[in-house]
């Protein structure tokens, strides 16, 4: 375990860097703040900030030189008391270009600002669409222009945006800006158009250089296209938090906290209580008690459906429901043993329930994910297995109260949708080093793929020896094994990010206290529920 955190220390240090030490000292030189500093210079001192999406695009796009985090920032912070969403482009990174997961990014950011109604900062310094890609980037419905679709759908909502153009602004990600609330530029360094200088004069013969065309005195002057100019990036970031000083306040969800109570474990007992071997058994419940304010955990059924672990508890104050695989072997009432992380009908059944009572009672629900599956086989299929497990996933999918997964150990199959995975909406999700995501463990979906592989061959009239085959086998593991990293998923957005163990807390706390920002206006509602 503390190999796998120190690796995660050090890749966050190195994404932290951006295009690299070279690139940050070219900003400088240029009187210009990097995306991090703006960041940390206009957000509330001695206060969190939770980091959306640090991993993606890792090790994507290496032909091009690599996107470290997708070329821009973005995360929950603290701003003259507010809390928001902060979205910082990171011109050390290819300008600020957009590659095609910088779009997706940025389009996660903003659907966290709506579901859960936080004003969004926009620091603006990007040189557009990375034109090689654009096919990849440009015209679908989750590609490049959605965000400024979304810009109006938040505009119409009532979500407050702000925009700094401290950089380059080009082309349609010049509408970004302008679609906010207030667009501010920093002078000599900010600048907007629909077309730059050279393309100006290719397309209409036109001779201009691009501070006349769109710099800060153009367009606050001139053209009325911004609202004002700043001489400094620390002038136009201390603006900014003139503005969300006097912001109103809206009204509240209504979620439950109290007096914040430190966990039931110590970080290090935390750790320590989880095994890094994905086939090892361990007491679910000894993790649940060490995340918990005073590991005062109230189950809810305790003595059946013994696979998944349900209850209320506080997690820095607030109130919380939890549902948890099991990852030890267990015995029913009737004798029977029932294999851990493994969701079998009494289980699915009882966890339906329990995410309803939550709904009922207007308490968050966090899904902390070490699953295998659903329980297969003839006694499972004759029980209705297929049945109850609709009945968790309709329970869970029609929940309107916020959800929070994270992702700590195996992650296979339907267990990953009916603890509430990445399609099922919930408002972050984040994974532990220890994660492992896909259709089924490395070894079964292997020696699968193996099977279709040489079975192909044969029917191609090729002899396979039992060397070929371990050959095969390795090269397939490593492949799918490269896979189940969370990493891998982290850099395509399918979790916000990678986190240690000790900020799962963190990571709920400020979760729940955003989504206390939008009350809850839609009925719970389950539908034809399969009985």
Same mark, same amino acid.
């Given at each position: ?14 994404? #932290? ?58 995360? *929950? ?43 969004? *900062? ?5 040189? !557009? ?22 810009? =109006? ?5 009532? @979500? ?29 360094? /900010?600048? @907007? ?13 036109? +001779? ?85 304010? =005073? ?23 607030? =109130?919380?429901? @939890? ?11 009737? !004798?029977?043993?029932?294999?851990? /992380? ?29 699953? +295998? ?5 003839? #006694?499972?299929?004759?029980?209705? @297995? ?31 949708? =009916? ?113």
């Amino acid at each position: 375990m503390q190999d796998l955190l120190q690796a995660l220390q050090d890749k966050n240090e190195q994404v #932290k860097l951006g295009g690299g030490r070279k690139r940050i000292e070219k900003e400088h030189e240029k009187g210009k703040l990097t995306a991090r500093e703006r960041i940390d210079y206009l957000r509330d001192k001695e206060t969190e900030f939770l980091e959306i999406g640090a991993f993606v695009a890792d090790g994507m796009y290496e032909e091009e030189g690599g996107c470290p985090s997708g070329g821009v920032v973005t995360g *929950i912070g603290y701003v003259s008391g507010r809390m928001c969403m902060i979205v910082a482009n990171d011109a050390t990174v290819k300008a600020g270009a957009w590659f095609p997961m910088t779009a997706k990014k940025n389009l996660r950011a903003q659907e966290i600002a709506m579901e859960n109604r936080l004003p969004v *900062i926009y620091l603006v310094d990007s040189a !557009g669409v990375f034109l090689p890609m654009q096919n990849e980037i440009f015209p679908d419905k989750e590609h490049f222009g959605r965000q400024f679709r979304n810009n =109006a759908k938040m505009s119409a909502m009532g @979500i407050v945006q702000v925009a700094a153009i401290m950089g380059s602004c080009v082309a349609g990600g010049a509408y970004l800006p302008i679609m906010s609330d207030e667009a501010m530029i920093v002078d000599k360094t /900010g600048s @907007i158009f629909l077309a730059g200088s050279y393309l100006v004069k290719s397309a209409i013969g036109e +001779s201009i250089d691009n501070e006349t065309l769109g710099g800060a005195t153009t367009h606050c002057e001139i053209s009325g296209v911004t609202d004002n100019k700043y001489e400094t990036d620390q002038d136009c970031l201390d603006a900014i938090r003139k503005i969300f000083d006097k912001l109103g306040h809206n009204t509240k969800a209504g979620f439950d906290r109290s007096e914040s109570r430190k966990p039931g474990l110590e970080g290090g007992e935390l750790i320590a209580s989880f095994p890094t071997d994905r086939v090892k058994p361990y007491d679910m419940l000894q993790i649940v008690k060490g995340l918990v304010d =005073a590991g005062d955990f109230d189950e809810y059924k305790s003595d059946y459906g013994k696979t998944l672990i349900c209850g209320t508890a506080r997690i820095d104050g607030w =109130a919380v429901g @939890i549902v948890a695989n099991q990852r030890k072997i267990v015995k029913t009432a009737k !004798g029977e043993m029932q294999m851990g /992380g493994v969701i079998y009908s009494d289980s699915a059944d009882k966890a339906a329930r329990f995410i309803m009572n939550c709904n009922q009672r207007k308490i968050p629900l966090v899904f902390l994910q070490d699953v +295998s599956g659903f329980m297969v086989g003839s #006694k499972a299929e004759h029980g209705g @297995i297929i049945k109850d497990g609709a009945k968790m996933v309709n329970a869970m999918a029609n929940s309107v109260v916020p959800k929070f997964t994270f992702i700590l150990g195996n992650s296979y199959g339907a267990g990953n949708y =009916a603890m509430c995975g990445k399609a099922y909406d919930p408002r972050l999700i984040y994974s532990w080093p220890t994660a492992q995501m896909a259709v089924m463990s490395g070894a079964a979906a292997a020696n699968t793929l193996l099977q279709i592989k040489v079975s192909g061959l044969k029917k191609q009239g090729k002899v396979i020896s039992p060397e070929d085959e371990q050959k095969l086998l390795g090269e397939i593991t490593s492949k799918y094994n490269e896979e189940l990293s969370p990493y891998y998923a982290a850099s395509r957005l399918w979790v916000d990010g990678v986190i240690d163990p000790r900020e799962t807390r963190k990571v709920v706390s400020m979760g729940i206290e955003a989504a206390n920002h939008a009350p809850i206006t839609e009925r719970f509602n389950v539908g034809v529920i399969q009985t």
